[in-house]
């Protein structure tokens, strides 16, 4: 990787969306409270979020029930492990070339 810099994604400036990844790389699913209280954000700045990574199709959301009460669960795409991977690797190559 010549210049890792250029490998970094946009998508995951954010630490929300980098912690939200990062559950769904360590867990088959995770649903919205769950992620909520992980990353300690409002409803609505993790809906947007969640939002901006499902639109990138690194997301998959699974809405249902369980008794009466919606249950919206999160995993991660092969395109999202991929892409985060990507990232992941581009900023171990940068901490690398100044350590």
Known sequence: MSNPVAQLNKVFDSRIRIGIMSALMVN???????LKQLIDVTDGNLATHLRTLEDQQY??????FIGRKTNTTYSITPEGTKAFRTHLDALEAIIRQVS
């Open 59 to 64: 997301i998959r959301v699974q809405k249902g």
């Open 28 to 34: 088959d699913e995770v649903n919205f409270n769950e």
